[in-house]
């Protein structure tokens, strides 16, 4: 388990599939934040722990597919950073500095 400030996170980048490149770095400090909804409705045994972890593995199998979010290429892994599970836990999925497209 790591933190940021007072917030634990549950580092799960190891697990995750990653291309053999990048999209880039984040320069700077962010200034923000976005929250994306994962909608349709997911199934509780993939809403937190280990189901959630499968899932995510699907997630960034999909994003990484040739073609996926409008790129060619797809991406060069799953493209969002943190996860909040249903359960209030937040898992760490990609470098902070780490350039995505989502």
């Known amino acids: 388990m790591q933190a940021i400030g007072n917030m634990a996170l549950f580092d799960v980048r190891a ?13 700077g400090n962010p200034d923000g934040i976005v929250l994306h909804y994962n909608g349709p409705a997911v199934a509780p045994e993939s809403q937190f722990g280990e189901g959630l972890v499968q ?14 979010l409008g790129a060619p290429s797809g991406g060069d892994g799953l493209q969002y950073h943190l996860c909040v599970a249903s ?3 937040v898992l760490w999925m990609r470098d902070l500095e780490a350039q995505l497209w989502h």
């Open 15 to 27: 697990r995750l599939p990653r291309a053999n490149w990048e999209i880039g770095r984040r320069q």
């Open 55 to 68: 899932k995510l593995i699907r997630n960034a199998r999909w994003h990484m597919r040739p073609g996926s």
């Open 87 to 89: 359960d209030g836990q």
